[in-house]
């Protein structure tokens, strides 16, 4: 029989400490630097009506970060071309409206063949909740670098669905 849940049995055979992934400055970001810190994945985009979650988000980093958050951004363009815009002009954006200091990645596709690997193995993992249907989609990360759940771009980062759970396994 197949199941369509995740029953946390998944047997991972790389962990999300495992990948690297360009920053916004087109750095390599080594995600083993993370290492038994919480992470809350977000793919972002510049012109969505999702977009003002950024402060939620930023606030969420300021509070949790302390105790072992870390928020870490995806820019992705894959959902309604809301993200056009390239590295440096989605820093300007995030730092000039939303103050942003939370680590942010350079612009990746989220979904499909060519998503970046993280998300593929997100998607192999934990199935299909963990594969973004829109701009900002959460996945939370715990400790270990397994994926402890995802949420859908409807909810927002400081709703108590979210900060239960990290509260929970921070």
């Known amino acids: 029989m ?7 049995n998944t047997k991972y055979e790389k962990v999300f400490f495992d990948f690297k992934i360009k920053n916004i ?11 038994d810190k919480t992470i809350l994945l977000v793919n972002v985009a510049s012109n969505c009506g999702f977009t003002k979650q950024y402060s939620g988000l930023q606030e969420l980093y300021e ?3 302390p105790k072992g958050l870390v928020v870490l951004g995806i820019p992705s363009n894959q959902f309604g071309g809301q993200e056009p815009g390239n ?10 409206n939303f103050n942003i200091t939370f680590p942010m990645s350079g612009k990746y596709d989220v979904k499909g ?10 998607k192999e993992n934990y199935g299909n909740s963990a594969v973004p249907k829109w701009n900002f989609h959460k996945i939370l990360i715990n400790k270990s670098g397994k994926v402890e759940d995802a ?3 409807f909810t927002d980062p400081m709703s108590k669905k979210i900060i239960n759970k990290i509260e929970e396994i921070l």
């Open 25 to 35: 400055n087109d750095e390599i970001l080594d995600l083993s630097n993370f290492k």
């Open 63 to 65: 509070t949790y970060n």
């Open 87 to 96: 590295n440096n002009e989605i820093k300007d954006f995030c730092e000039s």
């Open 151 to 153: 949420f859908s771009s």
């Open 2 to 8: 197949i199941s369509f849940f995740n029953t946390g």
């Open 113 to 122: 063949q060519n998503a970046h690997p993280i998300y593929l193995w997100a």
